[in-house]
């Protein structure tokens, strides 16, 4: 064993820490000692975002210590921020193992430390968490998810007084702090209790009728109410405001996929509780199609992606990706708005640099800026942050199966995207077509635009190290030519320099410091590499596009554009 990760162990062993995490340690000495110092090897990263782990004894592993070290940091963060004023957090968790109990330990130590709590008082959808932030006018606040990463997994993310995730200087400002706390005894775990609020009901129908505020068409429903529905929270908390939300917008022939209604953080009927996953969504799929539904819907533990089925131009059931699903809601937003009389003359929507180009393509024909930001939702809300008062933010969102509308919130919101989706089947079958039959007809209008993900992973030690090889090797040797065509565009956001590759002519890229690559061919298809923040795993975004004559040419051009992408694939040697 490595003699600095058997000091640290050592420490676990010797110190302020409880008789069963002791036990633990012990059995992993004997029983497995390799997990045991993977366990221990590093400290588990306070990131930009917060925290993400495997649960278990350790100081790489989320458990009571790992968490209530980082919210002693954040603690102290936020009193600096507010001297003379109550400082305020709201907090809650997702039907995760252990999610209620880091919850209850985050609002422990905030209360510990004079901080006043709204703690929910059961599991919530992560967008809740975000509304009530601003409804509560907290100065902060944390949710207790790790989204849709496997059972074994939990996470902490920490949010600031706009119902935002951190971004700079707070996000670093943060981290500065949590490294401070360089022991448990450094931690107020407890005292102070009545600084703690339990909310829900109260918090749950202001949410709901924000919700209900963005619908557009509330006269189509009324006509299309028994619209077919079939929704699945997959044992998470999208089980709390889904349906109901779903009734309050007037959809009365809802199914919901019993095998999976009850939260369960072990995830029964699933290996990996992530919509985009066919084999996840496979039980709503059969459900779908035994039923002939119109929609198909299934929202993440944590409620805030939301993937969807429907039936394509085979009459077959297909799951949509997440730029499909990002075009036709920011598509239906721009138009229906326009079509309703309400949109504004300064209206703006905003997506990701390795979400479609096809939204920055409708956005333009209807007027409408687009702006573009990095991965994250953080980054959309600073972006509203900026404009605020000068334009009005309609949507925003990315490929990863995450839409954000209105500005009430400042996180991706699966339960108001499950809405408005509805609708937007609604509002297509009131004219005798499919969500499909549409998307196609965009095609036509704009381009097909088509695109995949790959994901690597590389676990344990050596994990990121391979995964920082990769990126350098692509950042000192760009391919020139991808698939019989020129790199025409560098585009380096750890650098912040965009180049030409023929001219090698540069420019700055305005965004904040981020490691990803894009290649951008002369065709227009674009290559994007990014090392994912909360996963193991290297990103490999693929778009590429063809012009679309009629609906009737869909099938042969997707499986050339698929083609297409797999001749990438292979000679980028992924």
């Not at 009530?132 to 074994?152: D, F, M, W, Y």
């Not at 944590?302 to 085979?314: E, P």
């Not at 949509?320 to 703006?348: H, S």
Request: proline share 4%; glycine share 8%.
């Amino acid at each position: 064993m490595d003699a600095a990760i058997q000091a640290k162990i050592n420490t676990w062993l010797n110190g302020h820490f409880d008789q069963q995490t002791r036990d633990e340690i012990n059995r992993l000495q004997k029983e497995n000692p390799d997990q045991l110092a993977d366990a221990f090897y590093r400290d588990l990263e306070f990131g930009t975002g917060g925290l993400r782990g495997i649960m278990g004894v350790g100081t790489n592993r989320m458990n009571k210590y790992t968490v209530g070290m980082a919210t002693q940091g954040y603690a102290n963060y936020l009193k600096q921020g507010v001297p003379k004023e109550e400082v305020r957090v709201a907090i809650a968790h997702d039907s995760r193992n252990n999610s209620r109990f880091f919850a209850e330990t985050t609002a422990n130590v905030f209360a510990a430390n004079g901080i006043k709590v709204f703690l929910f008082d059961s599991l919530r959808p992560t967008p809740e968490l975000s509304f009530a932030i601003r409804h509560l006018k907290c100065q902060g606040g944390v949710v207790c998810t790790a989204s849709h990463n496997p059972k074994e997994y939990n996470g902490y993310k920490a949010y600031w007084n706009d119902g935002a995730q951190l971004v700079p200087p707070h996000d670093k400002n943060v981290i500065k702090e949590v490294e401070k706390i360089g022991s448990v005894e450094n931690v107020k775990w407890t005292g102070a209790s009545e600084n703690i609020t339990i909310i829900g009901k109260d918090v749950d129908g202001a949410y709901m009728q924000m919700v209900k505020g963005l619908s557009v068409y509330p006269e189509i429903i009324q006509k299309q109410h028994d619209l077919k529905i079939v929704y699945t929270p997959i044992h998470g908390s999208g089980i709390k405001l889904v349906p109901e939300v779903l009734k309050r917008f007037g959809f009365t022939n809802v199914h919901i996929v019993k095998e999976q209604m009850e939260p369960d953080g072990n995830f029964p009927t699933v290996s990996y509780p992530n919509p985009e996953e066919k084999a996840t969504m496979s039980i709503g799929l059969q459900k779908a199609q035994e039923l002939d539904a119109d929609i198909l819907l299934g929202t993440d533990p944590d409620a805030d992606r939301v993937g969807i089925g429907v039936k394509d131009n085979h009459d077959e059931w297909v799951l949509m990706n997440g730029n499909q699903t990002a075009v036709l809601a920011f598509n239906y937003l721009i138009e229906a708005r326009k079509a309703k009389g309400i949109a504004q003359p300064n209206d703006m929507v905003i997506k990701t640099i390795v979400t479609t180009d096809m939204i920055d393509k409708i956005a333009q024909h209807n007027g409408v800026n687009c702006y573009n930001v990095l991965t994250g939702f953080k980054w959309i809300a600073e972006m509203i942050r900026e404009k605020e008062g000068k334009e009005n933010y309609v949507i925003g969102g990315e490929e990863s199966f995450g839409l954000m509308i209105g500005d009430k919130i400042r996180d991706k919101d699966a339960v108001s995207a499950v809405a408005l989706l509805c609708e937007m089947a609604a509002y297509e079958k009131e004219k005798g077509r499919s969500l499909f039959e549409k998307l196609l007809d965009l095609y036509v209008q704009y381009g097909f635009y088509y695109e995949e993900l790959i994901s690597i992973t590389k676990k344990g030690m050596d994990g990121q190290k391979q995964i920082a090889a990769m990126m350098e090797e692509f950042r000192s040797n760009p391919p020139k030519m991808i698939d019989g065509l020129p790199v025409v565009e560098l585009l380096d956001y750890e650098k912040r320099i965009g180049r030409n590759l023929a001219t090698d002519e540069s420019w700055e890229i305005k965004l904040p410091k981020s490691n990803v690559l894009q290649f951008v061919l002369a065709s227009g298809d674009k290559i994007s590499a990014r090392p994912s923040g909360t996963e193991p795993k290297i990103k490999f975004y693929f778009s590429v596009n063809a012009t679309l004559k009629s609906p009737e040419e869909f099938d042969a051009m997707q499986k050339q554009l698929q083609n297409k992408i797999e001749r990438i694939i292979a000679e980028l040697n992924l």
